[in-house]
């Protein structure tokens, strides 16, 4: 997993994970306390609600990206840029600064003027913007989109947010995001639940991950909770996203979802990487078959590297018998008596069901490989 450097700020897997914060410069955005248009009043917020309260970066945006709204041009965000660079020129605490845009040539003015990073909610969609990052040498957040400027974020499917976040290549320096949210009308809270659910699987880019689930309705609807209710889903949320791999969380509620994080963090199994000899080691975090491949292409051998354990109770003396031949023959550990223990990969145990006389049985154990799939 590649650390990147955000203007001096570590971010990756050996690192604490990191608070985005967000400070929002126009009237359209839906978390009122976050808008601002005047510097002074905007710059205060930043010190005394998101620096002082843990934020690691802080986030700026020049329009709502919420699609019930019109697309602002480049130039239109543009003129906004003028409060962002003087909120950020005014704030006396110490944080990276982001500016939220999808337009290179927005960016690359920000950069110019003292921003740090850039967070591109079109996904690379501007096909100039890793050129600009790149010269910059600033990292950059790359939100799953499709390569339209004016759909940010509108993809549904986790396997195609995966095969977005391609789109024009990834730089050194690129933080990938999965983009949770209402970004389109065909986007379903069901869709990212599961997006939420596979979250590992981006991994496998070997890129920082950034998630902004923050209130968001996929979380609420669980609890039955409005916006303003929903800060316990978005926390508890926040601590699962950590374990599973998140190292940014862009949050309103800057205090208690750092808090969140630290839990995640502190309860995430330790993931060794080393290099021996000029060989790099890294242990994946793998947890069923569709994470396995988005590192193989090889069917067989995702399903040999996920390994599954149940236990069987209730079984009579013959049928144990049975189970453990069949086990031995295909490399399937199976232990105990009336309270059986069985364990091997995805595709040993596909091979003892092959093999089993016991319609219950077999039935059982495919139903525990179904579920790691």
């Known amino acids: ?89 005014s704030v006396s605490g110490d944080a990276v600064f982001s500016i939220e845009t999808r337009y290179h040539e927005v960016a690359e003015e920000a950069l110019s003027q003292g921003y740090e990073m850039v967070n591109d909610i079109c996904g690379f969609a501007d096909p100039e913007m890793p050129r600009v990052c790149e010269e910059y040498d600033v990292a950059v957040g790359k939100m799953a989109s499709p390569p339209d400027l004016e759909r940010p974020g509108a993809v549904e499917d986790v396997d195609d947010i995966y095969d977005a976040l391609f789109q024009n290549g990834l730089t050194d320096k690129t933080i990938i995001d999965p983009a949770f949210g209402g970004w389109s009308e065909e986007k379903t809270i069901e869709d990212d639940r599961e997006t939420f659910r596979r979250l590992r699987e981006f991994r496998a880019f070997g890129q920082p991950m950034l998630v902004s689930i923050n209130r968001k309705n996929f979380l609420r609807s669980i609890a039955g909770r409005d916006t303003e209710g929903a800060l316990p889903v ?114 040993s145990v596909e091979t003892l069901t092959d093999q089993l006389e016991d319609d219950n049985l077999t039935a059982a154990l495919t139903a525990v490989v179904e579920g790691s799939r």
Do not use: W
């Open 1 to 89: 997993m590649r650390t990147v450097d955000a203007a001096g700020l570590k971010i990756g897997d050996d690192q604490p994970p990191r608070i985005m914060g967000v400070l929002n410069v126009s009237q359209e955005s839906p978390y009122k306390p976050s808008v601002f248009d005047d510097a002074g009043e905007a710059a205060e917020y930043v010190d005394t609600q998101l620096i002082d309260q843990g934020a690691d970066i802080v986030d700026v945006g020049l329009e709502s990206a919420n699609k019930k709204f019109e697309v602002l041009s480049a130039e239109e965000e543009l003129d906004r840029l003028d409060t962002a660079i003087e909120t950020m020129e």
């Open 234 to 347: 978005s926390l508890a949320a926040t601590s699962m996203a950590v374990e599973r791999g998140a190292h940014v969380i862009r949050t309103h509620d800057v205090a208690e979802t750092r808090d969140a994080a630290l839990v995640g963090d502190t309860f995430t199994p330790d993931r060794t990487e080393t290099t021996i000899d000029g060989i790099e080691i890294e242990e994946l975090d793998i947890r069923t078959i569709s994470d396995a491949q988005r590192y193989t292409d090889d069917a067989d051998v995702a399903a040999a590297g996920v390994t599954v354990a149940c236990e069987l109770r209730g079984l009579d003396e013959a049928t144990l018998n049975h189970l453990r031949t069949a086990g031995r023959e295909a490399n399937v550990a199976v232990s105990g008596g009336e309270s059986a223990f069985v364990a091997g990969s995805i595709r």
